[in-house]
Nanobody, 129 residues
C-alpha cells in the first residue's frame, strides 16, 4: 500500500498563502489520484480538491470544493512523488486539519471521501484574522 505524509501546515494571516505537500512512499504516487480534505472542530470532513493521476489544470484533471474554488490549486509532481495544495487568499474559516488522500478509483473524479482509500495523518492550518 501507499503511505502519505503531509507537510507545510502552520499559522498564516488572513489574505496570506500557504503550500501544503503530500509525499507518497511505498508505491509510486502516479498510480493514484490525489486529494485533499479538511476538517474543522465541530464540523464534518470537507472535500477540498482532487487531481487525476497525470494531473493538469484543464477540465477533467482537477476538481475543487465550492468553498475553495478560485483560491486553492491542487497540483502534482510525479517525479517527486508529491501532490501539492497551493492555498491563496486564506480566510479564518479555512482553519482546519488538512488531510492528503490517495485513490485507486478509475471513475470520473468525484468529491467523495469514499473514493479515497489511503490517508495521511493530517497537518494543521490556522488562519488568523
Amino acid at each position: 500500500q501507499v503511505q502519505l505524509v503531509e507537510s507545510g501546515g502552520g499559522l498564516v494571516q488572513a489574505g496570506g498563502s500557504l503550500r501544503l505537500s503530500c509525499a507518497a512512499s511505498g508505491r509510486s504516487f502516479s498510480n493514484y489520484r490525489g486529494g485533499w480534505f479538511r476538517q474543522a472542530p465541530g464540523k464534518e470532513r470537507e472535500f477540498v480538491a482532487g487531481i487525476s493521476r497525470t494531473g493538469g489544470r484543464n477540465g477533467g484533471d482537477t476538481i475543487y470544493g465550492d468553498s475553495v474554488q478560485g483560491r486553492f490549486t491542487i497540483s502534482r509532481d510525479n517525479a517527486k512523488n508529491t501532490v501539492y495544495l497551493h492555498m491563496n487568499s486564506l480566510r479564518p474559516d479555512d482553519t482546519a486539519v488538512y488531510y492528503c488522500a490517495a485513490s485507486s478509483s478509475w471513475s470520473v473524479l468525484r468529491p467523495l471521501s469514499d473514493d479515497y482509500g489511503y490517508w495521511g495523518q493530517g497537518t494543521q492550518v490556522t488562519v488568523s484574522s
